[in-house]
T-cell receptor, first 116, second 112 residues
């Protein structure tokens, strides 16, 4: 079974600053995907970024980038030039890619607050 | 508009009631999922349907009964629920195992 750990229950930074959210996971699998999802107060779970475990290059989506360290089983999210709209719960998630349809294993989340 | 629609948005029911949650996806996906999101706990996977076949039941009590009549619709039938079942229930869909899951806005369920 996989586990995902987010060790920061809450973080607060000033607008325009850069913030990094940490995530570690534990698995015996070699082929998998990692995700960061954002859940604002509206409750909608929004995909922020995805990383395939077989890719060494870190995924990037505009202001969002990850630092994927496979050997260390670490998958942190960096948000550059943070904006007020980035305030939300952020969830790290794992999914095995062995075929069929598999659910996501989530961490407990980090509540990120962007201060004006 | 997420492409995944859940109804109702809020539901309050007694422990002896029977109700159903509905999820509809307009994305042409083949897999659908139910998750439970409780306070202070990670999202928990409940059920997975792939091409209308249930492929996973994550040790969910029998008072929760899923139904997937076609690849676009997913239901969660509820009966004789307990107060600890109060939570946000999220539906998701994906094209296949290699594609990200798209979530609905959830149904906030409160058991009296």
């Amino acid at each position: 079974a996989q586990t995902v750990t987010q060790s920061q229950p809450e973080m607060s930074v000033q607008e325009a600053e850069t913030v990094t959210l940490s995530c570690t996971y534990d698995t015996s699998e070699n082929n998998y995907y990692l995700f960061w999802y954002k859940q604002p107060p509206s409750r909608q779970m929004i995909l922020v970024i995805r990383q395939e475990a077989y890719k060494q290059q870190n995924a990037t989506e505009n202001r969002f980038s990850v630092n994927f360290q496979k050997a260390a089983k670490s998958f942190s999210l960096k948000i550059s030039d943070s904006q007020l709209g980035d305030t939300a719960m952020y969830f790290c998630a794992f999914m095995y890619s062995g075929g069929g349809a598999d659910g996501l294993t989530f961490g407990k989340g980090t509540h990120l607050i962007i201060q004006p | 508009e997420t492409g995944v629609t859940q109804t109702p948005r809020h539901l309050v029911m007694g422990m002896t009631n029977k109700k159903s949650l509905k999820c509809e996806q307009h994305l042409g996906h083949n897999a659908m999922y139910w998750y439970k999101q409780s306070a202070k706990k990670p999202l928990e996977l409940m059920f997975v349907y792939n091409f209308k076949e249930q492929t996973e039941n994550n040790s969910v009590p029998s008072r929760f009964s899923p139904e997937c009549p076609n690849s676009s619709h997913l239901f969660l039938h509820l009966h004789t629920l307990q107060p600890e079942d109060s939570a946000l229930y999220l539906c998701a869909s994906s094209q296949d195992a290699r594609q990200p899951q798209h979530f609905g806005d959830g149904t906030r369920l409160s058991i009296l």
